[in-house]
Each structure stands twice: as structure tokens, then as C-alpha cells.
């Protein structure tokens, strides 16, 4: 399991002094029961630090994310736009180096309740779906009870995460294996404000979960889909 693996320190290069403060240590952003949200595909790692920087964003701290979804022999949750996630959480600093004390986090995501969809034009646009998330006390233990209940262990995926905070919008800057992406969460004019700002516009917006970024990569590349490691594209 995640919990256990040994973990790989990608070595990017040194971020400048002045982008410190966007890397400080990890603070708990709260979140609410909808989750409205956006993809960024990201080209320049500091050419995005400066933008956030620019635009008055609060970093909330650099985690290193291991995270393994849970679903039926049959992917029934998968099918039917669900999702169960265990995610562990490392601090991790500016230049790739995770350590410190773990956290592990329960995620469950459903399609959003019919009551608060929004128009047609905004479901087209954003991703939107209910979540609720809990923190394991023990992680090993909730893990090794799912079997029981017919669930098991499939797509793993790892990123670096540092998470921002801007006029009530979380803004999360993700480096995973398979490029760099912000994540823009919250209401969806917020969203459009702070993407316009940033240099984007909706037709830059990604809908797609990492899993579907990451099977996307690996059809273009012609290799098989397996699981989104940093581990794994290194050997490669």
C-alpha cells in the first residue's frame, strides 16, 4: 500500500528565493460539500509561481500526495461517476524532498445532487460532484476492513501538491508524472475571474480526473495504463 512505499525524490530545479513564500508549511484549507472545479494545463512551473504570486495568492504548504482509489470487482464505482480515495499526505519541500509526518485522508465524490446542478453551459464547462473527506486515525486498519466490504485496491497516482488560497477559492498546483496542472475550485464566476487574471480562458479548462489525464497520456504515448507513479515514468 501507499503507506508503506518508499518515496521517490524527484530532484526539478531550485526554485528562486523569491517564490519561498509560496512554499511554506503545510496549513489545512477547509472545504465545502460541492466541489466546482477546473483543470490548468501548466507549461512553466516558475512562470506559474510568479503569476500566483502576482495575483495576491496564499500558499498553504507543499505535500507529496500517494493516493489509491477503492472500488467493486466490476468498477461500479467508476461506472457510475463515484469515487473512494485513500490519500496520504507528506510535507515536502520547495525542491522535491518529502518527509514529516504523515496524514491520511478518506475521500468519497458523487455525482452532485440534482437540486444543485448548475445550467447547462456551467456542467459543460466545470466538473462539479458532492465530497466528503475524514481523516484516518488508522489508516492501516480502515484499509485492510475494505475487502470485507468487496472493495479493492486499484489506480494508484502520485503529484506534489502546494495548495493557495484566493478570494475564497482553493487553488491547487499539481506535478504529477504526467505534467503540471492548477486546479481552480470554487464558484464558477470566482473561477473565471481568477483564471482570466492568471492568462487562461475556458477554453483552456480540463474536465477530466487524473485517471483520465493520465490514460490519455499513456494512449498517446503507446505504453499501457497502469498507475500514475513517479517511479514508474522515471524507469521508462
Given amino acids: 500500500m ?4 518508499q518515496v521517490w525524490q524527484p530532484q526539478p530545479a531550485p526554485a528562486p528565493d ?3 513564500v509560496l512554499y511554506c508549511g503545510v496549513r489545512k484549507i477547509g472545504k465545502v460539500p460541492t466541489e466546482i472545479e477546473v483543470k490548468l494545463r501548466i507549461t512553466s512551473l516558475p512562470d506559474m509561481l510568479e503569476r500566483l504570486k502576482r495575483l495576491g495568492a496564499v500558499s498553504h504548504g507543499r505535500v507529496l500526495e500517494q493516493n489509491t ?13 463515484r469515487l473512494l480515495r485513500v490519500r496520504a499526505e ?3 519541500s520547495a525542491h522535491g524532498q518529502a518527509g514529516g509526518r504523515r496524514k491520511a485522508v478518506l475521500t468519497a465524490k458523487a455525482p452532485p445532487p ?3 446542478r448548475g445550467s447547462k453551459s456551467e456542467r459543460s464547462r466545470y466538473k462539479e460532484r458532492a465530497e466528503s473527506e475524514l481523516t484516518l486515525q488508522n489508516p492501516t486498519a480502515f484499509v485492510w476492513s ?7 485496491p486499484g489506480f494508484q497516482y502520485e503529484k506534489f501538491r502546494t495548495s493557495f488560497r484566493y478570494r475564497g477559492l482553493h487553488l491547487d498546483l499539481d506535478e504529477t508524472p504526467v505534467g503540471i496542472f492548477l486546479e481552480l475550485e470554487g464558484q ?14 475556458p477554453k483552456d479548462y480540463i474536465r477530466a480526473t487524473y485517471w483520465e489525464v493520465y490514460a490519455a497520456d499513456c494512449r498517446r504515448r503507446g505504453i499501457a495504463v497502469k498507475n500514475m507513479l513517479f517511479s514508474a515514468r ?3
Fill in 114 to 116: 440534482l437540486g444543485r
Fill in 234 to 236: 522515471k524507469s521508462r
Fill in 69 to 81: 482509489l477503492f472500488d467493486t470487482p466490476h468498477s461500479d464505482f467508476r461506472r457510475t461517476g
Fill in 90 to 92: 507528506t510535507p515536502a
Fill in 188 to 201: 464558477p464566476r470566482a473561477i473565471d475571474r481568477a483564471a482570466n487574471a492568471l492568462g487562461f480562458t
Fill in 146 to 152: 475494505l475487502p470485507a466490504l468487496g472493495l479493492r
Fill in 2 to 5: 501507499m503507506f508503506d512505499a
Fill in 18 to 20: 523569491s517564490y519561498s
